[in-house]
């Protein structure tokens, strides 16, 4: 894995940088004996805004990052295949850079999910950033109104009527986000969650 650094208000850098590096991906699959003497190669990102310090290690001679962020970003893109998503972010960084995004049509983004992730004790919104070199990037647009709806009756506790409208999701337009909240659906049918519950989904897994 590799992690990455960036200065705050810099979110067209740090934009930018994903959208090369999701582009040489594509370049290099699309070359000749990917799949057969090459191996076919895939991404999963997880970003997030915070403070960092760089604290200096004696046994490898090295600075290291460490700061209560970049274990949040580790945690969100260990889920990023979980929700068939490449690129997954906070809430926090989507406010950081929603006006970049909103200005350049290269990008776009849709809502994923409330979780509580593996080990953190503050709940966090998922969004997936979505980019035009994606081949499903209009098909993955195209599905946030249903997606909208859907979660809207999942957060009503109407089960049915929630994995009804993911499994379309599925179905038509492919993505295994839908299969993943229709099974989360049958879940939580299977076990009411109590009074107080608002839809935040804790994740057990890093």
């Known amino acids: 894995g590799v992690m990455g650094v960036f200065p705050e208000d810099n979110a067209k850098y740090i934009l930018e940088n994903i959208y090369q590096l999701a582009r040489r991906m594509l370049i290099y699959n699309d070359s000749r004996g990917v799949g057969v003497s090459k191996p076919r190669i895939d991404i999963g990102c997880g970003i997030t805004v915070g403070e960092v310090s760089f604290v200096y290690y004696t046994l490898d001679e090295r600075h290291h990052a460490v700061g209560h962020c970049i274990h949040e970003a ?11 998503a490449r690129i997954l972010v906070s809430d926090r960084f989507l406010n950081f850079a929603e006006g970049f995004l909103n200005s350049d049509p290269r990008f776009s983004y849709r809502f994923i999910d409330r979780v509580l992730l593996k080990g953190f004790r503050e709940p966090l919104t998922l969004f997936e950033l979505l980019l035009d070199n994606d081949p499903r990037f209009e098909i993955k647009k195209n599905s946030i109104p249903l997606y909208s709806e859907a979660y809207a009756k999942y957060c009503e ?24 909240m229709a099974k989360r659906c049958d879940i939580l049918a299977s076990r009411s969650p109590t009074p107080d519950w608002n839809g935040i989904w804790e994740l057990k897994d890093k």
């Not at 506790?157 to 993943?180: M, P, S, T």
């Open 157 to 180: 506790r109407n089960w049915e009527a929630a994995k009804e409208l993911f499994c379309q999701i599925y179905e038509e337009y492919e993505l295994g986000l839908g299969a993943v």
């Open 74 to 84: 580790a945690r969100i893109e260990g889920v990023s295949g979980l929700y068939d």
